[in-house]
Protein backbone atom coordinates (compact mmCIF):
# COMPACT_ATOMS: atom_id res chain seq x y z
CA UNK A 1 0.00 0.00 0.00
CA UNK A 2 1.31 3.54 -0.63
CA UNK A 3 1.75 5.87 2.12
CA UNK A 4 -0.71 8.46 1.49
CA UNK A 5 0.39 12.03 1.27
CA UNK A 6 -0.22 14.37 3.49
CA UNK A 7 -3.45 16.74 2.79
CA UNK A 8 -1.60 20.21 1.36
CA UNK A 9 -4.85 22.27 1.41
CA UNK A 10 -5.14 25.72 3.29
CA UNK A 11 -6.85 24.77 6.33
CA UNK A 12 -4.55 21.42 7.10
CA UNK A 13 -0.85 23.45 5.89
CA UNK A 14 -2.45 25.79 8.90
CA UNK A 15 -2.92 22.94 11.26
CA UNK A 16 0.50 21.78 10.37
CA UNK A 17 2.14 24.82 10.87
CA UNK A 18 0.12 25.34 14.11
CA UNK A 19 1.08 21.46 15.39
CA UNK A 20 4.40 22.48 14.76
CA UNK A 21 4.67 25.86 16.80
CA UNK A 22 3.21 24.46 19.74
CA UNK A 23 6.22 22.06 19.32
CA UNK A 24 8.83 24.45 19.00
CA UNK A 25 7.34 26.83 21.62
CA UNK A 26 6.42 23.86 24.49
CA UNK A 27 9.51 21.56 23.70
CA UNK A 28 9.18 19.54 27.36
CA UNK A 29 6.86 17.24 28.77
CA UNK A 30 6.26 20.44 31.27
CA UNK A 31 5.59 23.18 28.85
CA UNK A 32 2.95 20.58 27.11
CA UNK A 33 1.23 20.10 30.49
CA UNK A 34 0.81 23.89 30.93
CA UNK A 35 -0.25 24.60 27.60
CA UNK A 36 -3.06 22.28 27.49
CA UNK A 37 -3.98 22.90 30.82
CA UNK A 38 -4.56 26.44 29.95
CA UNK A 39 -6.02 25.41 26.90
CA UNK A 40 -8.61 23.38 28.04
CA UNK A 41 -9.60 26.17 31.53
CA UNK A 42 -9.75 28.96 28.71
CA UNK A 43 -12.40 26.97 26.89
CA UNK A 44 -13.96 25.98 29.83
CA UNK A 45 -14.02 29.83 31.26
CA UNK A 46 -15.06 31.10 28.04
CA UNK A 47 -17.57 28.58 26.92
CA UNK A 48 -19.11 28.42 30.38
CA UNK A 49 -19.42 32.38 30.98
CA UNK A 50 -21.39 32.21 27.11
CA UNK A 51 -23.57 29.81 28.67
CA UNK A 52 -24.54 31.15 31.78
CA UNK A 53 -24.92 34.90 30.16
CA UNK A 54 -27.82 32.83 27.31
CA UNK A 55 -29.50 30.56 30.11
CA UNK A 56 -30.50 33.74 32.20
CA UNK A 57 -31.02 35.54 29.07
CA UNK A 58 -33.40 32.94 26.97
CA UNK A 59 -33.78 30.71 29.99
CA UNK A 60 -32.56 26.96 30.52
CA UNK A 61 -34.05 24.39 28.71
CA UNK A 62 -36.26 23.01 31.15
CA UNK A 63 -37.48 26.53 32.52
CA UNK A 64 -40.43 27.51 29.65
CA UNK A 65 -41.98 29.96 31.78
CA UNK A 66 -38.79 32.53 31.26
CA UNK A 67 -38.77 31.56 27.41
CA UNK A 68 -41.97 32.92 27.05
CA UNK A 69 -40.44 36.42 28.58
CA UNK A 70 -37.03 36.32 26.35
CA UNK A 71 -35.89 39.33 25.09
CA UNK A 72 -34.86 38.66 21.34
CA UNK A 73 -31.15 39.07 20.81
CA UNK A 74 -30.83 42.59 18.97
CA UNK A 75 -34.37 43.52 19.58
CA UNK A 76 -34.81 41.47 16.33
CA UNK A 77 -36.50 38.13 15.35
CA UNK A 78 -34.18 35.51 16.90
CA UNK A 79 -34.87 32.08 15.71
CA UNK A 80 -35.35 31.13 19.54
CA UNK A 81 -35.28 27.34 18.51
CA UNK A 82 -31.81 28.20 17.44
CA UNK A 83 -30.74 29.73 20.43
CA UNK A 84 -32.26 26.61 22.51
CA UNK A 85 -30.21 24.49 20.54
CA UNK A 86 -26.84 26.35 20.91
CA UNK A 87 -27.62 26.27 24.89
CA UNK A 88 -27.97 22.69 24.35
CA UNK A 89 -24.99 22.12 22.57
CA UNK A 90 -22.73 24.47 25.03
CA UNK A 91 -24.30 22.25 28.24
CA UNK A 92 -23.05 19.09 26.14
CA UNK A 93 -19.63 20.55 25.49
CA UNK A 94 -19.16 21.99 29.26
CA UNK A 95 -19.88 18.51 30.22
CA UNK A 96 -17.04 16.68 27.86
CA UNK A 97 -14.80 19.52 28.87
CA UNK A 98 -15.46 19.02 32.63
CA UNK A 99 -14.91 15.09 31.72
CA UNK A 100 -11.34 16.23 30.25
CA UNK A 101 -10.45 18.05 32.88
CA UNK A 102 -10.50 15.16 35.36
CA UNK A 103 -8.61 12.57 32.78
CA UNK A 104 -6.46 15.39 31.64
CA UNK A 105 -5.47 16.06 36.00
CA UNK A 106 -4.11 12.42 35.88
CA UNK A 107 -1.73 13.33 32.71
CA UNK A 108 -0.55 16.65 34.61
CA UNK A 109 0.12 14.93 37.79
CA UNK A 110 3.22 13.18 35.96
CA UNK A 111 6.76 15.19 36.45
CA UNK A 112 9.82 13.73 34.45
CA UNK A 113 13.30 13.91 35.77
CA UNK A 114 15.15 16.81 33.33
CA UNK A 115 17.07 13.28 31.48
CA UNK A 116 13.99 12.45 29.96
CA UNK A 117 12.92 16.60 29.45
CA UNK A 118 15.72 16.98 27.62
CA UNK A 119 14.67 13.73 25.32
CA UNK A 120 11.67 15.72 25.07
CA UNK A 121 13.48 19.14 23.37
CA UNK A 122 16.10 17.17 21.58
CA UNK A 123 12.77 15.47 19.49
CA UNK A 124 10.76 18.60 19.64
CA UNK A 125 14.18 20.05 17.68
CA UNK A 126 13.66 17.28 15.27
CA UNK A 127 9.90 17.10 14.87
CA UNK A 128 9.50 20.80 14.23
CA UNK A 129 12.93 22.70 13.86
CA UNK A 130 12.46 26.31 13.58
CA UNK A 131 12.37 27.42 9.87
CA UNK A 132 13.86 30.66 10.62
CA UNK A 133 16.92 29.57 12.30
CA UNK A 134 20.02 30.37 10.44
CA UNK A 135 21.82 26.87 11.52
CA UNK A 136 18.80 25.06 9.83
CA UNK A 137 18.60 27.30 6.71
CA UNK A 138 22.53 26.48 6.52
CA UNK A 139 22.17 23.04 6.40
CA UNK A 140 18.71 22.61 4.32
CA UNK A 141 21.59 24.18 1.70
CA UNK A 142 23.87 21.90 2.49
CA UNK A 143 21.90 18.68 2.22
CA UNK A 144 20.07 20.47 -0.95
CA UNK A 145 23.91 20.69 -2.10
CA UNK A 146 24.73 17.50 -1.83
CA UNK A 147 22.29 14.87 -2.55
CA UNK A 148 24.36 11.55 -1.92
CA UNK A 149 25.33 12.69 1.92
CA UNK A 150 25.56 9.55 4.26
CA UNK A 151 22.70 8.70 6.31
CA UNK A 152 23.30 10.95 9.22
CA UNK A 153 21.92 8.25 11.44
ZN1 LIG B 1 -6.70 19.31 4.07
Known amino acids: MVPEEPCQCPDCQRFYREHDRLIRECPTLRHQQELNWAALQSFRTLSGRVLEDLQKQYGSQGNDAANTEATPVGGGEEPADEIQQSI ?4 NINAHLFSIEALMERIFDVKVPE ?8 LA ?12 LRLNRLLHQTPDLPDRS
Not at 88 to 91: G, I, T, V
Not at 115 to 122: G, H, L, P, S, T
Not at 125 to 134: I, R, T
Open 125 to 136: GELAPDPLNADR
Open 88 to 91: ADLE
Open 115 to 122: AVEQKFRE
